[in-house]
Structure formats: C-alpha cells, structure tokens
C-alpha cells in the first residue's frame, strides 16, 4: 500500500506539504491553511514539483539562502488507499490511515486553473464538524531536528 506524508514547513509562510507516494514519487501540494478533518472545509492546495521518495521521511531545517528556508516536520504521516480517479483526471480520492488525518478525502482540480486544487475531508465516520491543525514543531522537536543535514545539502 503506498504511503502519503504531511510535512509542516514553517518557511516565510508557514503551510503544510501535502504528499503522496504515487508513480515512484512523491505527488505533492502546498496547503496554506493545513488539511482539514472537517468536510466543510475546503483547503486550496497548490500542486508544487514532485519529490523523490525517500523526502517522505525527511524533517529538518532548510538553511537560509535556499528556496523554502525555515524547519520542516511531519505533521502526520501513514498508508493510504486509492479509491478513484487520477492526476491526470483532475480528481483523486483516497483513503488516508494516518495519525491525524482517517478516512476519506478527495483532491480536485480547479476548472481552468494549472496548479490550483482543494483538498476536502469527505463525509464518514471520522469526519468532524470544525478543525485546526495543531503545531507539530515542539521546542524539543526544534532541537532534535537541528542537528540533521538536509537533502538540498547533501546533494
Ligand atoms: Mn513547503
């Protein structure tokens, strides 16, 4: 089964990096305001490059003068299911079985735009009424990651 990721990237902006394991990479969108558990809540998500697998796993800090400086954590992380559609549709449903983010969600492209897309909780059994993402980034988390070197360096 393959596995999606959500990492917390407190660059100029903080937003959250939404991805998932698909093709041999990692298909990914930054969502500005953070995925939502709530069906209500519609998130823009903006398809951003693709990522090579082994990113999934990255947490770190991006040094400054490089593009999206700042830490990066996982906000969440975990297998997912396919249930429908495709990239190239437009429209991808799927399962997510993570920490924070269960059940259902669904990715659909914005008619007429390039890069423009909402990430939405569908309506099931762990969908709730209202939510905010909480900070991954502890003080304790800011330490332990300080230390590692970032792909963008080691390249
Ligand atoms: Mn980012």
């Known amino acids: 089964m393959p596995y999606f990721v959500v990492h917390e990237h407190h660059s100029k902006r903080l937003h959250y990096d939404f991805r998932l394991e698909m093709e041999g990479v990692l298909k ?7 995925p939502s558990m709530a069906p209500k809540d ?8 693709d990522h090579p697998l082994e990113y999934g796993k990255f947490e770190g800090i991006i040094p400054k003068g490089h593009y999206g400086a700042g830490p990066v954590v996982i906000w969440d992380s ?11 549709e437009g429209k991808v449903e799927f ?8 059940g ?6 914005l ?3 390039d890069k423009e897309w ?19 980034l502890t003080e ?4 332990e990651i300080k230390e590692r070197i970032p792909p963008c360096e080691t390249e």
């Open 118 to 136: 909402l990430l939405i909780k569908k309506k099931d059994e762990y969908a709730v009424t209202s939510y905010k993402p909480e900070i991954a």
């Open 140 to 143: 304790e988390k800011l330490k």
């Open 78 to 88: 975990g297998k997912y299911e396919l249930l429908s559609g495709s990239i190239d």
């Open 95 to 102: 399962l997510l079985k993570g920490q924070r983010l269960r």
């Open 104 to 109: 259902a969600f669904v990715l659909t492209k």
């Open 42 to 49: 519609k998130r823009l998500a903006i398809m951003v490059e």
């Open 28 to 34: 990914s969108w930054a969502v500005p305001k953070g």
């Open 111 to 113: 008619k007429g735009k």
